[in-house]
Protein backbone atom coordinates (compact mmCIF):
# COMPACT_ATOMS: atom_id res chain seq x y z
CA UNK A 1 0.00 0.00 0.00
CA UNK A 2 1.33 3.53 -0.57
CA UNK A 3 3.14 4.97 2.79
CA UNK A 4 5.02 8.38 2.83
CA UNK A 5 7.95 5.61 3.18
CA UNK A 6 7.69 5.31 -0.80
CA UNK A 7 7.53 9.18 -0.80
CA UNK A 8 10.60 9.50 0.75
CA UNK A 9 12.56 7.06 -1.02
CA UNK A 10 11.66 8.35 -4.44
CA UNK A 11 12.31 12.38 -3.25
CA UNK A 12 15.84 10.74 -1.65
CA UNK A 13 17.29 9.44 -5.22
CA UNK A 14 15.60 12.52 -7.36
CA UNK A 15 17.46 14.53 -5.42
CA UNK A 16 20.58 13.88 -5.84
CA UNK A 17 19.73 13.94 -9.22
CA UNK A 18 18.87 17.51 -9.43
CA UNK A 19 21.64 18.65 -7.77
CA UNK A 20 24.11 17.09 -9.93
CA UNK A 21 22.50 18.38 -13.22
CA UNK A 22 22.46 21.81 -11.83
CA UNK A 23 18.48 21.67 -11.47
CA UNK A 24 18.36 20.94 -15.67
CA UNK A 25 17.25 17.31 -14.66
CA UNK A 26 13.65 17.31 -16.02
CA UNK A 27 11.22 17.81 -13.60
CA UNK A 28 8.25 15.97 -15.51
CA UNK A 29 10.27 12.83 -15.31
CA UNK A 30 10.89 13.22 -11.63
CA UNK A 31 7.21 13.91 -11.11
CA UNK A 32 6.36 10.73 -13.19
CA UNK A 33 8.99 8.82 -10.95
CA UNK A 34 7.77 9.81 -7.53
CA UNK A 35 3.74 9.46 -8.99
CA UNK A 36 4.79 5.57 -9.47
CA UNK A 37 7.49 4.87 -7.12
CA UNK A 38 4.40 6.23 -4.63
CA UNK A 39 1.52 3.86 -5.88
CA UNK A 40 2.19 2.18 -9.07
CA UNK A 41 1.63 -1.16 -8.56
CA UNK A 42 -0.84 -0.67 -6.44
CA UNK A 43 -3.50 0.66 -8.54
CA UNK A 44 -5.78 -2.26 -8.82
CA UNK A 45 -4.84 -3.80 -5.75
CA UNK A 46 -6.27 -1.25 -3.83
CA UNK A 47 -9.76 -2.26 -4.36
CA UNK A 48 -9.10 -6.19 -5.55
CA UNK A 49 -6.39 -7.45 -3.36
CA UNK A 50 -2.86 -8.67 -4.85
CA UNK A 51 -3.67 -9.16 -8.45
CA UNK A 52 -1.85 -10.46 -11.11
CA UNK A 53 -0.32 -6.18 -11.68
CA UNK A 54 0.88 -6.54 -7.74
CA UNK A 55 4.23 -7.91 -8.76
CA UNK A 56 7.39 -6.63 -11.26
CA UNK A 57 6.25 -8.83 -14.28
CA UNK A 58 2.60 -8.34 -13.95
CA UNK A 59 2.78 -4.59 -13.81
CA UNK A 60 4.95 -4.00 -17.24
CA UNK A 61 1.70 -5.45 -18.48
CA UNK A 62 -0.43 -2.33 -17.45
CA UNK A 63 2.24 0.10 -17.35
CA UNK A 64 2.17 0.00 -21.65
CA UNK A 65 -1.36 1.74 -20.95
CA UNK A 66 -0.63 3.64 -18.50
CA UNK A 67 2.75 5.12 -19.54
CA UNK A 68 0.47 6.67 -22.12
CA UNK A 69 -1.21 8.38 -19.42
CA UNK A 70 1.81 9.74 -18.11
CA UNK A 71 2.81 10.92 -21.21
CA UNK A 72 0.02 12.81 -21.50
CA UNK A 73 0.69 14.37 -17.89
CA UNK A 74 3.67 15.78 -18.54
CA UNK A 75 2.08 18.70 -21.11
CA UNK A 76 0.97 20.00 -17.52
CA UNK A 77 2.73 22.31 -15.00
CA UNK A 78 1.88 23.84 -11.78
CA UNK A 79 2.89 27.64 -11.49
CA UNK A 80 1.72 30.37 -9.10
CA UNK A 81 -1.09 32.61 -9.55
CA UNK A 82 -1.96 36.12 -7.95
CA UNK A 83 -5.34 35.32 -8.37
CA UNK A 84 -7.95 33.24 -6.24
CA UNK A 85 -6.01 29.96 -5.44
CA UNK A 86 -2.03 30.54 -5.10
CA UNK A 87 -1.30 27.60 -7.75
CA UNK A 88 -2.86 26.21 -10.84
CA UNK A 89 -2.22 23.97 -13.47
CA UNK A 90 -0.62 25.42 -16.88
CA UNK A 91 -1.32 23.57 -20.17
CA UNK A 92 1.35 23.95 -22.45
CA UNK A 93 -0.47 21.77 -25.13
CA UNK A 94 3.20 19.89 -25.70
CA UNK A 95 3.78 16.49 -24.05
CA UNK A 96 7.46 16.92 -23.14
CA UNK A 97 7.65 13.20 -22.25
CA UNK A 98 7.19 10.99 -25.36
CA UNK A 99 5.22 6.78 -24.55
CA UNK A 100 8.52 5.43 -24.66
CA UNK A 101 10.39 7.33 -22.10
CA UNK A 102 6.99 7.94 -19.76
CA UNK A 103 7.31 4.25 -19.99
CA UNK A 104 10.75 3.93 -18.83
CA UNK A 105 10.40 6.30 -16.47
CA UNK A 106 7.13 4.23 -14.85
CA UNK A 107 8.77 0.94 -14.49
CA UNK A 108 11.91 2.84 -12.84
CA UNK A 109 9.02 4.01 -10.22
CA UNK A 110 7.62 0.53 -10.46
CA UNK A 111 10.91 -1.39 -9.21
CA UNK A 112 11.30 1.36 -6.54
CA UNK A 113 8.09 0.75 -5.61
CA UNK A 114 8.76 -2.92 -4.67
CA UNK A 115 12.10 -1.80 -3.07
CA UNK A 116 10.15 -0.33 -0.42
CA UNK A 117 7.84 -3.03 -0.19
CA UNK A 118 10.13 -6.08 -0.32
CA UNK A 119 12.39 -4.85 2.72
CA UNK A 120 9.83 -3.24 4.71
CA UNK A 121 6.31 -4.31 4.17
CA UNK A 122 6.28 -7.64 2.56
CA UNK A 123 8.58 -9.81 4.71
CA UNK A 124 11.13 -9.77 2.58
CA UNK A 125 9.86 -11.50 -0.67
CA UNK A 126 10.35 -10.06 -4.33
CA UNK A 127 6.56 -10.38 -6.18
CA UNK A 128 7.13 -11.16 -9.79
CA UNK A 129 3.71 -12.06 -10.53
CA UNK A 130 0.37 -12.32 -7.81
CA UNK A 131 -2.99 -14.14 -9.01
CA UNK A 132 -5.55 -15.96 -6.86
CA UNK A 133 -4.12 -19.28 -8.55
CA UNK A 134 -0.52 -18.87 -7.99
CA UNK A 135 2.19 -16.54 -7.19
CA UNK A 136 5.60 -16.11 -8.23
CA UNK A 137 8.08 -14.64 -5.41
CA UNK A 138 11.68 -14.93 -4.82
CA UNK A 139 11.96 -14.91 -0.74
CA UNK A 140 14.63 -13.02 0.70
CA UNK A 141 16.26 -15.75 2.95
CA UNK A 142 16.18 -17.60 -0.54
CA UNK A 143 18.74 -15.74 -2.15
CA UNK A 144 20.48 -15.91 0.96
CA UNK A 145 20.82 -19.14 0.47
CA UNK A 146 21.62 -19.38 -2.62
CA UNK A 147 25.16 -18.21 -1.57
CA UNK A 148 25.47 -20.99 0.51
CA UNK A 149 27.49 -21.48 4.23
CA UNK A 150 30.05 -18.77 3.00
CA UNK A 151 28.37 -15.99 5.23
CA UNK A 152 31.41 -14.73 7.97
CA UNK A 153 33.20 -17.72 7.10
CA UNK A 154 37.22 -17.66 6.92
CA UNK A 155 38.38 -19.89 4.15
CA UNK A 156 42.47 -20.12 1.93
CA UNK A 157 40.06 -19.08 -0.80
CA UNK A 158 39.12 -15.71 -0.06
CA UNK A 159 42.56 -15.16 -1.26
CA UNK A 160 40.95 -15.34 -4.73
CA UNK A 161 38.24 -13.07 -4.13
CA UNK A 162 40.76 -10.74 -2.86
CA UNK A 163 42.54 -10.47 -6.02
CA UNK A 164 38.97 -10.25 -7.94
CA UNK A 165 37.59 -7.51 -5.93
CA UNK A 166 40.82 -5.53 -5.50
CA UNK A 167 41.99 -5.54 -9.33
CA UNK A 168 38.23 -4.49 -9.91
CA UNK A 169 38.98 -1.17 -8.02
CA UNK A 170 42.52 -0.91 -9.36
CA UNK A 171 40.90 -0.97 -13.21
CA UNK A 172 38.43 1.25 -12.52
CA UNK A 173 41.01 4.05 -11.59
CA UNK A 174 41.73 3.65 -15.88
CA UNK A 175 37.84 2.92 -16.74
CA UNK A 176 36.35 5.59 -14.85
CA UNK A 177 38.39 7.98 -17.30
CA UNK A 178 36.98 6.13 -20.48
CA UNK A 179 33.31 7.17 -19.91
CA UNK A 180 30.32 5.17 -18.46
CA UNK A 181 30.70 2.61 -21.69
CA UNK A 182 33.19 1.31 -20.59
CA UNK A 183 33.06 1.18 -16.97
CA UNK A 184 29.97 -0.98 -17.74
CA UNK A 185 32.00 -3.38 -19.52
CA UNK A 186 34.06 -3.43 -16.45
CA UNK A 187 31.66 -4.20 -14.28
CA UNK A 188 30.18 -7.01 -16.75
CA UNK A 189 33.74 -8.50 -16.78
CA UNK A 190 34.28 -8.96 -12.80
CA UNK A 191 30.86 -9.74 -12.07
CA UNK A 192 31.21 -12.32 -14.64
CA UNK A 193 34.43 -13.36 -13.42
CA UNK A 194 33.39 -13.48 -9.54
CA UNK A 195 30.32 -15.20 -10.86
CA UNK A 196 32.13 -18.21 -12.44
CA UNK A 197 34.56 -18.32 -9.21
CA UNK A 198 31.60 -18.90 -7.05
CA UNK A 199 30.42 -21.39 -9.26
CA UNK A 200 33.46 -23.27 -10.31
CA UNK A 201 35.40 -23.31 -7.41
CA UNK A 202 33.73 -22.10 -3.75
CA UNK A 203 31.13 -19.84 -2.30
CA UNK A 204 34.25 -19.15 -0.19
CA UNK A 205 35.99 -17.44 -2.35
CA UNK A 206 33.90 -14.00 -1.18
CA UNK A 207 33.83 -13.14 2.67
CA UNK A 208 31.43 -10.78 4.34
CA UNK A 209 28.21 -10.89 1.86
CA UNK A 210 25.44 -13.33 0.49
CA UNK A 211 27.27 -12.48 -3.21
CA UNK A 212 24.27 -13.22 -5.32
CA UNK A 213 21.34 -11.46 -3.24
CA UNK A 214 23.53 -8.62 -3.71
CA UNK A 215 23.76 -8.82 -7.32
CA UNK A 216 19.89 -9.37 -7.98
CA UNK A 217 18.77 -6.81 -5.90
CA UNK A 218 21.24 -3.98 -6.48
CA UNK A 219 20.71 -4.83 -9.92
CA UNK A 220 17.02 -4.40 -10.06
CA UNK A 221 16.03 -1.84 -7.24
CA UNK A 222 19.14 0.28 -7.46
CA UNK A 223 20.94 0.07 -10.72
CA UNK A 224 17.78 0.07 -13.14
CA UNK A 225 15.64 2.77 -11.30
CA UNK A 226 18.63 5.20 -11.74
CA UNK A 227 19.80 4.46 -15.29
CA UNK A 228 16.18 4.45 -16.78
CA UNK A 229 15.49 7.84 -14.97
CA UNK A 230 19.55 9.36 -16.46
CA UNK A 231 18.61 7.43 -19.93
CA UNK A 232 15.56 9.37 -20.30
CA UNK A 233 16.51 12.42 -18.84
CA UNK A 234 19.55 12.50 -21.80
CA UNK A 235 17.17 11.50 -24.07
CA UNK A 236 14.92 14.72 -23.70
CA UNK A 237 17.83 16.77 -23.25
CA UNK A 238 18.71 15.32 -26.41
CA UNK A 239 15.74 15.19 -28.77
CA UNK A 240 13.27 17.93 -26.96
CA UNK A 241 9.77 17.94 -28.25
CA UNK A 242 8.64 21.07 -29.39
CA UNK A 243 5.91 20.89 -31.13
CA UNK A 244 2.03 20.65 -29.94
CA UNK A 245 0.26 17.43 -29.20
CA UNK A 246 -2.20 16.82 -32.42
CA UNK A 247 -5.82 16.95 -31.47
CA UNK A 248 -7.27 13.82 -32.88
CA UNK A 249 -10.43 13.92 -31.39
CA UNK A 250 -12.68 17.14 -31.10
CA UNK A 251 -12.88 18.82 -27.81
CA UNK A 252 -16.21 18.97 -26.89
CA UNK A 253 -16.78 15.09 -27.92
CA UNK A 254 -13.62 14.08 -25.70
CA UNK A 255 -15.29 15.82 -22.64
CA UNK A 256 -17.91 13.79 -23.04
CA UNK A 257 -15.85 10.81 -22.96
CA UNK A 258 -14.21 11.48 -20.05
CA UNK A 259 -17.15 12.60 -18.42
CA UNK A 260 -18.60 9.66 -19.07
CA UNK A 261 -15.64 7.48 -17.88
CA UNK A 262 -15.73 9.67 -14.89
CA UNK A 263 -19.57 8.85 -14.04
CA UNK A 264 -18.66 5.41 -14.44
CA UNK A 265 -16.04 5.90 -12.19
CA UNK A 266 -18.14 7.09 -9.66
CA UNK A 267 -20.69 4.73 -9.75
CA UNK A 268 -18.10 1.86 -9.20
CA UNK A 269 -16.87 3.73 -6.32
CA UNK A 270 -19.89 4.98 -5.40
CA UNK A 271 -20.68 0.50 -5.23
CA UNK A 272 -17.33 -0.30 -3.78
CA UNK A 273 -18.08 2.06 -1.00
CA UNK A 274 -20.81 1.06 0.14
CA UNK A 275 -19.91 -2.73 0.39
CA UNK A 276 -17.06 -1.08 2.22
CA UNK A 277 -19.47 0.46 4.33
CA UNK A 278 -22.73 -2.05 4.87
CA UNK A 279 -20.18 -5.47 4.31
CA UNK A 280 -16.65 -4.59 5.15
CA UNK A 281 -16.31 -8.70 6.21
CA UNK A 282 -16.36 -8.70 2.00
CA UNK A 283 -13.41 -6.04 1.17
CA UNK A 284 -11.70 -7.76 4.62
CA UNK A 285 -11.47 -11.37 2.39
CA UNK A 286 -9.73 -10.09 -0.26
CA UNK A 287 -7.47 -8.48 2.33
CA UNK A 288 -6.89 -11.61 4.50
CA UNK A 289 -7.78 -9.72 7.60
CA UNK A 290 -11.43 -10.26 9.07
CA UNK A 291 -10.36 -8.72 12.15
CA UNK A 292 -12.70 -6.88 14.72
CA UNK A 293 -10.46 -3.63 14.21
CA UNK A 294 -9.93 -4.26 10.60
CA UNK A 295 -13.65 -4.26 9.52
CA UNK A 296 -14.12 -1.03 11.35
CA UNK A 297 -11.63 0.40 9.98
CA UNK A 298 -12.68 -0.16 6.53
CA UNK A 299 -16.71 0.96 7.24
CA UNK A 300 -15.16 3.91 8.42
CA UNK A 301 -13.24 4.28 4.93
CA UNK A 302 -15.85 3.19 2.86
CA UNK A 303 -17.99 5.74 4.82
CA UNK A 304 -15.54 8.51 3.80
CA UNK A 305 -15.68 7.28 0.28
CA UNK A 306 -18.77 6.91 -0.33
CA UNK A 307 -19.26 10.51 0.46
CA UNK A 308 -16.79 11.31 -2.34
CA UNK A 309 -17.91 8.76 -4.87
CA UNK A 310 -21.78 10.82 -4.48
CA UNK A 311 -20.19 14.30 -4.39
CA UNK A 312 -18.09 12.86 -7.88
CA UNK A 313 -21.36 11.72 -9.37
CA UNK A 314 -23.06 14.34 -8.95
CA UNK A 315 -19.84 16.47 -10.59
CA UNK A 316 -19.83 14.24 -13.17
CA UNK A 317 -23.09 14.72 -14.35
CA UNK A 318 -22.38 18.21 -14.32
CA UNK A 319 -19.98 17.68 -16.57
CA UNK A 320 -22.37 16.83 -19.36
CA UNK A 321 -24.19 20.15 -18.43
CA UNK A 322 -21.17 21.90 -18.73
CA UNK A 323 -21.40 23.58 -15.34
CA UNK A 324 -18.30 25.57 -14.48
CA UNK A 325 -18.92 24.43 -10.83
CA UNK A 326 -19.01 20.95 -11.68
CA UNK A 327 -15.55 21.47 -13.33
CA UNK A 328 -14.21 22.35 -10.22
CA UNK A 329 -15.89 19.81 -7.84
CA UNK A 330 -14.30 17.06 -10.29
CA UNK A 331 -11.09 18.38 -10.68
CA UNK A 332 -10.89 18.57 -6.72
CA UNK A 333 -12.35 15.36 -6.01
CA UNK A 334 -10.21 13.55 -8.89
CA UNK A 335 -6.94 14.87 -7.24
CA UNK A 336 -8.41 13.84 -3.86
CA UNK A 337 -8.43 10.20 -5.59
CA UNK A 338 -5.07 10.78 -7.19
CA UNK A 339 -3.92 7.29 -5.59
CA UNK A 340 -5.78 5.27 -7.45
CA UNK A 341 -3.91 6.52 -10.80
CA UNK A 342 -5.94 7.65 -13.50
CA UNK A 343 -8.40 10.32 -11.42
CA UNK A 344 -5.52 12.69 -11.78
CA UNK A 345 -5.45 12.28 -15.68
CA UNK A 346 -9.40 13.55 -15.31
CA UNK A 347 -8.42 16.01 -13.48
CA UNK A 348 -5.70 17.05 -15.92
CA UNK A 349 -7.84 17.40 -18.92
CA UNK A 350 -10.44 19.28 -17.54
CA UNK A 351 -7.32 21.95 -17.33
CA UNK A 352 -6.81 21.65 -21.02
CA UNK A 353 -6.76 25.42 -22.08
CA UNK A 354 -8.64 24.14 -25.47
CA UNK A 355 -11.65 22.80 -22.31
CA UNK A 356 -11.35 25.86 -19.92
CA UNK A 357 -13.48 28.31 -22.62
CA UNK A 358 -15.87 25.57 -23.28
CA UNK A 359 -17.05 25.91 -19.55
CA UNK A 360 -17.06 29.70 -19.69
CA UNK A 361 -19.40 29.63 -23.16
CA UNK A 362 -21.40 27.89 -21.45
Known amino acids: MPTFGHVFYGLCLLIPLMYFSRNKFNYKIAFIFLLNNLFGPDLVSLFFGYLPFHGILGYIIIALPYSLGMSYASRFSILRTDKGFPLKFEDSGTSEVNWKNAFCVTIAGMLSHFFIDQFYHNEWDMELFRSAWFDITI ?212 NEKDIKPIFERE
Open 139 to 350: PHTSMLEWSGIAYHQISPLMIIGDIIAITTIILSLYYFSKGYKDTFKLLLIATGVALLSLLLISPLTFFGEREYAVMIQISIYIFAPLFLLAYVSRDIQDHPIEAPNEQKIERKKLLLIVAAISTFFAVFLVLYASIATFMPDFVGDMYGDTSPETLTSISVFGTIYLIISLLLLVGSIGLFLKLKICRYLVIALSLSLTIFGFPLLIALFL
